[in-house]
């Protein structure tokens, strides 16, 4: 019997093929997360919504709605997703991006554009929201231990090349009519929608959801698939029986869904601490300024380095080709160098990074203004190769099987929520306070670095079982999580079964079955 297909790919070109359409979603999210900075201070921009001209609160109110949708989409799947799968979810959440951009780019001047615009924006940010909540835990639960690390990074780093191809966009469409100059940059990011709501269309379903649903055949038949194996190979099973071993320790077997209460309950699994890794992760991936430098770059150039608008787009665009490449250096190093030192050396960067930039601007000089330029081209290459990709990938395999998709979706909503607030104060920020916007940034990322060393476990090389075992092995002997990761060695598929066991995860219930067979068969010898 030949190995189950999907869109006629078994094995490994299935496997690429689930990364490359997931990962479009996030080219996508880059995408959308850029396009804004050329658009919102251009002449033809401002004439239609005159709402925007000159006016920094309004600027930045246009451009953080977009986050507010994120919220609402991350909302609905920490609601719904579990109910919907990943599948359903992802092709929803691209079906609705395209809607809110079709209402963005029909804004007309003899209407009310700038109320169908911010709908618009925040519809596709709806859409944003569900995708972002969803894709990372898709590609987590459909990923080979050896190489789930680098694909999630993979998604994260490609963020960086949606907002390169954002800002090129913006610039070269600057030198177009006043239509083309915003309408044709918004309505590009269609192209990645389509790519992502057509590829899922004939994508298998995550093996990890289809079990919690018990769609057992289904199930088996996806890991068979992604692993190029036929349904009934010893290691097909022996992975079939891991992951219910897995749900049936969370609590999870027989049931239709997971109670929110859930994530906030302690004991061997730790589902609140674990949730609380990962939205903090998020959160501060988004206090430490990054979109202060991302959406608002061509402004911070015009307005604290005293550049034209038309070289500031221009830079900001050399700027995302430095974030693009060093986005890329995290696929090299994330399984060898590991997450928590790649969150301890990114804030460093991202710390001295702003200190730099704040301590030029202080003597207020073009001369002096030119270091900060130095500054926060080496703030988004630090961000880029850490920052970037390591809270998408964190949060989805920090926690566990039963509370994986609402963990995900909380810490997606951090994201946005705060996302949506440095998005909304930074122009604010820079009109009144100056220089002390990246002082306050360098605090804050200073402040990151106690609660990454002590609070942060490793889980670069383990399975997302294995990452179960950590927790309880901290647990039960009281210790720091992060020493019990550093203790735990690491274990194969028979070591996982037998840890889990001993750390009373899962009952023997392989055994007491057995148990109770040859019960029976000794009750039938003694009737015979």
Known sequence: MAPPTFMGLTGRPLSLMVSTVATTGFVLFGYDQGVMSGII????????????????????????????????????????????GRRRAMMMGGSIMILGVIIQVTSERNSTPLAQFIVGRTIT???????????????????RTSNRGLLICIEGG?????????????????????DLTWRFPIA?????????????????????????????EEGETVIA????????????????????????????????????????????????????????????????????????????????IHQSHNISL???????????????????????????????????GQCLSMVLVFACLIPGTTAAAKGAAVGLFTYIASFGASWLPLPWLYPAEINPIKTRQKANALSTC????????????????????????????????????????????????????????????????????????RELEFLTDEGIDAKAREYGLVEDVRAGKQAERLGGELEVEKGV
């Not at 451009?63 to 109910?83: K, P």
């Not at 490609?158 to 006043?178: K, M, N, Q, R």
């Not at 897995?246 to 004991?267: H, N």
């Open 414 to 485: 951090s994201n946005w929520l705060f996302n949506f607030l440095i998005v909304m104060i930074t122009p604010i920020m820079i009109t009144n306070i100056h220089w002390g916007t990246y002082l306050f940034f360098a605090i804050v990322n200073a402040c990151f670095l106690p609660v990454i060393y002590f609070t942060y476990p490793e889980t670069a090389r383990r399975s997302l079982e294995e990452v179960d075992i950590i927790f309880a092995k901290g647990y039960r002997d009281n210790i720091g999580y992060v020493k019990a990761a």
């Open 225 to 304: 698939a992604l692993r190029g194996l036929e349904r009934d190979d010893k290691e097909t099973q022996l992975q079939k029986q891991i992951i219910m071993d897995s749900i049936s320790a969370s609590g999870y077997a027989g049931r239709k869904g997971t109670p929110l209460k859930a994530v906030f309950s302690g004991g061997k699994t730790q589902h609140f601490r674990r949730m609380m890794l990962g939205v903090s992760s998020q959160f501060m991936q988004q206090v430490g300024g990054c979109n202060a430098v991302i959406y608002y770059f061509p402004i911070l150039f015009e307005q604290s």
């Open 41 to 84: 201070t251009a002449p033809a921009f401002n004439n239609l919504f005159t709402a925007t001209k000159g006016n920094s609160t309004m600027q930045g109110f246009v451009t953080a709605i977009y986050e507010i949708g994120c919220l609402f989409g991350a909302v609905f799947i920490l609601s719904f997703g579990d109910f919907l």
């Open 314 to 348: 221009l830079l900001g665009g050399v700027n995302m080709i430095v974030y693009a490449i060093f986005a890329t250096v995290s696929w090299f190093i994330i399984e060898r160098v590991g997450r928590r030192k790649l969150f301890l050396w990114g804030t460093v």
């Open 125 to 143: 940010g709806v859409g944003n929201g569900i995708n972002t909540s969803t894709i990372p835990t898709y590609q987590a639960e459909c990923s």
């Open 158 to 178: 490609v963020i960086a090349f949606g907002t390169l191809v954002a800002y090129w966009i913006d610039y070269g469409a600057s030198y177009g009519s006043p």
């Open 188 to 216: 590009f990011q269609i192209v990645f929608a389509l790519i992502l709501v057509l590829g899922m269309v004939w994508l298998p379903e995550s093996p990890r959801w289809l079990l919690t649903r018990e769609r057992y």
